[in-house]
């Protein structure tokens, strides 16, 4: 039952993270579809974000994901964002994103356009 719960309360909070989706040159950022695809993205990269469900439903933290257009549905990196800035963003073994300059600059430019545009529409 408290599983059920989380994934309710997970399954609310899914639909303010929409306006966090962004595309730009080959690859998208979005938010899971459910809880169920963030037990799987971890379970696929072989990191720790399926333990992160909880955290998720509670609303102490943002997990989205990173993939390739060309595969929307394939676990490519996982991002945690919290307070305005990328807490972690790890691939396949844990691997950071510093270590991959298309993701990095990726991750960037989604910073500058899409988190500062939600940061100000909040404060309005």
């Not at 696929?44 to 990173?66: D, E, F, P, R, W």
């Not at 964002?81 to 298309?102: A, F, I």
Request: charged letters at 30%; a positive charge; one cysteine or more.
């Amino acid at each position: 039952k408290k599983d059920h719960t989380q994934w309710e309360a997970f399954a609310k909070r899914l639909g303010g993270l929409k306006r966090l989706a962004w595309e730009s040159a080959g690859l998208l950022i979005r938010p899971p579809a459910d809880a169920g695809e963030l037990v799987a993205e971890g379970k696929a990269l072989n990191h720790c974000v399926g333990g992160y469900v909880s955290k998720m439903a509670k609303g102490q933290t943002t997990i989205l994901l990173i993939r390739r257009t060309a595969q929307p549905d394939k676990p490519f990196y996982t991002l945690e964002w919290g307070d305005g800035y990328v807490v972690q963003c790890r691939t396949k073994n844990n691997k950071s994103y510093e270590l991959d300059p298309e993701v990095k600059g990726f991750v960037k430019k989604w910073m500058e356009r899409v988190t500062k545009r939600v940061q100000a529409e909040s404060v309005a």
